[in-house]
């Protein structure tokens, strides 16, 4: 049993993700969280279709545009030529800030369906920067046009769109979403303190999380309008964890270059404790953003695959708590990943 999987946005995340596959599919097991997922292991993993836009790794080889400017991940290993060349990718009207001066190549959509189809790809993971929202749209219906389930990656709130889940139900394929959710950033740091402040009876009163790091997504993520969606979605994630209203503020403030991949968290956080004594959390958490993925992307992949082996379709709700930010139906993360555990981890 193998997982057929194409990749749209061939930057630091897809990167990150094609290493791993290199190093876990010969049974290694550091740093691997789930060996398998909905029966699947690493190797059992092939990429077999590639989406960019941009002209520096469009034509390429896969292995080669995961290396091109301006991807910045850390390099573990060298990923042989993989025999997928990177096709021109969808754009429909917001292009990237950190493409506004590089050449473009774009494709309509009968040849990325035409693409997604002869490759028969069991999945799209939607990995294009944030703010392209109407690309992330287009690539949802090359899917079902090309019978392919899909994972949006991205911010962009496809999942919250009912037409377009019901048509993937109808269509007897999945769809999983919205904004992944790393494995330990800052969200899910921030999400885990602030439930483990509440379980213990402590009342929160405020909190903020700013982020600051480099690469093209976070270069992207301080113009001012993808910030506030960035920054909103990443705020009611955080808020779910406390069953009642304080106040909070998480998000990406800053870019800096030299940081390449990496990011740094700063969290604040005060409460209140037995007689209103004050409680004050004041840290850091300092990550690596692609590899923060790449646990995630190796488990939606088989977990979508396997659901809609097994007949489920739709938005599969255990996947979309669990992996993502913005899910249409929003749990704690510990049920989430009970839920995710109990289905799918064998
Ligand atoms: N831990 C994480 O890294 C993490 C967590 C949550 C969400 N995400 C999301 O994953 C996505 C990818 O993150 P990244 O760090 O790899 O970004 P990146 O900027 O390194 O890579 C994005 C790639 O998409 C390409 N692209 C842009 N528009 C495209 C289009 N219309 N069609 C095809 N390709 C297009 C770019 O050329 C680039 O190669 C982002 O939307 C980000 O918000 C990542």
């Not at 590639?50 to 080669?64: E, M, N, P, Q, Y």
């Not at 938005?315 to 555990?341: G, L, N, T, W």
Request: proline content about 3%; some cysteine; charged content about 25%.
């Amino acid at each position: 049993l193998t997982v057929r999987v194409a990749i749209a946005g061939v930057g630091n995340c897809a990167s990150v993700l094609l290493q791993g596959i290199e190093f876990y599919k010969i049974g290694r097991r550091e740093g691997l969280w789930h060996k398998r997922v909905g029966g699947l292991a690493v190797k059992d993993i092939r990429i077999v279709a590639a989406f960019d836009i941009d002209s520096r790794k469009v034509g390429t080889d896969i292995a080669d545009a995961a290396n091109e400017e301006p991807n910045v991940a850390r390099k573990v290993l060298e990923i042989p030529p993989m025999g997928v060349r990177v096709e021109a990718g969808l754009v429909e009207g917001e292009v990237p800030p950190h493409l506004r001066n590089e050449r473009i190549v774009k494709s309509d959509a009968r040849n990325v369906v035409k693409t997604l189809g002869e490759s028969n790809a069991d999945i799209l993971l939607n990995l294009i920067s944030s703010g392209s929202n109407r690309a992330s749209i287009a690539y949802a219906n090359a899917c079902l046009k090309a019978s392919c389930s899909y994972a949006n990656c991205t911010p962009t709130l496809v999942l919250k769109e009912r037409s377009i889940v019901s048509r993937f139900r109808d269509a007897k394929l999945a769809i999983v979403g919205d904004d992944l959710m790393s494995q330990f950033g800052g969200t899910i740091f921030h999400r885990g303190v602030l439930k483990m402040m509440v379980d213990r009876g402590v009342k929160v009163l405020k909190s903020y999380q700013l982020d600051v790091g480099g690469g093209a997504e976070t270069f992207n993520t301080i113009d001012e309008e993808i910030k506030m969606v960035k920054r909103r979605l990443k705020t009611e994630s955080v808020v779910s964890e406390v069953p009642y209203k304080f106040e909070t503020i998480a998000g990406t403030t800053d870019y800096v270059d030299y940081m390449n991949n990496d990011r740094t968290s700063y969290f604040w956080i005060e409460g209140r404790g037995f007689m209103n004594s004050p409680i004050t959390f004041d840290v850091y958490l300092r990550s690596s953003d692609g590899a923060n993925a790449g646990n995630i992307l190796l488990d939606v992949i088989r977990s979508v695959c396997a659901s809609a082996r097994s007949g489920r379709y739709g938005a599969i709700e255990e996947i979309c708590a669990y992996a993502f930010k913005s899910p249409p139906s929003k749990m704690h993360f510990d049920e989430a990943y009970s839920r995710f555990q109990e289905k799918f981890v064998y």
